[in-house]
């Protein structure tokens, strides 16, 4: 494997950037994937809507990568591959009855880390004053965040929390 050298803070603002695409790929796999497994039709819309969602999440980070200079490419992101497996193998060794609330849970993590790795992009974009990129980033951030409170809200509701 190739190890890429970041030496300043711009450097690791494109790695980051990087990431995020793969990021917003595995977790428009992984959205595919939950929408399959959960049983409730309710449930499988939500991952379907948040699905379309990311497919303009991917557009607006296209967008960051011309709005910033910086030639659109992607850079490994174990971290949503690690999220995206444990899912799929929790789903495997689960009950139909409980596929719902093993989609939402996986779900949430997946959103909580989107929203980790949006809050690390923003702070550095808003430094750089770079405001048209900042919005982009910040609508992304604002979907996830919206996605991981209506997958809490489902949540609580089928636990009967
Ligand atoms: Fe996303």
């Known amino acids: 494997m190739s190890q890429t050298h970041l030496e300043t803070p711009e450097d690791l603002l494109r790695f980051q950037l990087r990431t995020a695409m793969t990021m917003e790929e595995d977790s428009l796999a992984a ?10 039709a309710d449930i499988k819309k939500l991952f379907t809507h948040h699905a379309e969602e990311t497919r303009e999440q991917i557009a ?8 910033l200079e910086v030639p659109e490419s992607t850079a490994a992101s174990p971290s949503t591959k690690g999220i995206g497996k444990q899912a799929e193998a929790l789903i495997a060794r689960t009950a139909p009855e409980l596929r719902d609330q093993v989609t939402l849970s996986a779900a949430l993590g997946n959103e909580h880390y989107e929203m980790a790795a949006y ?7 808003q430094v750089l004053g770079a405001t048209d ?14 996605t991981s409170q209506e997958l809490s809200n489902r949540l609580k509701q089928l636990l009967g929390a």
Do not use: R, T, Y
Not at 31 to 40: D, F, V
């Open 31 to 40: 959205l595919g994937e939950l929408a399959e497994a959960a049983k409730s």
């Open 60 to 67: 607006n980070l296209q967008q960051v990568f011309k709005l």
């Open 119 to 125: 809050e690390a992009l923003i702070l550095p974009v």
């Open 133 to 146: 990129a900042l919005a982009l980033l910040k609508a992304n951030a604002e979907q996830e965040i919206h």
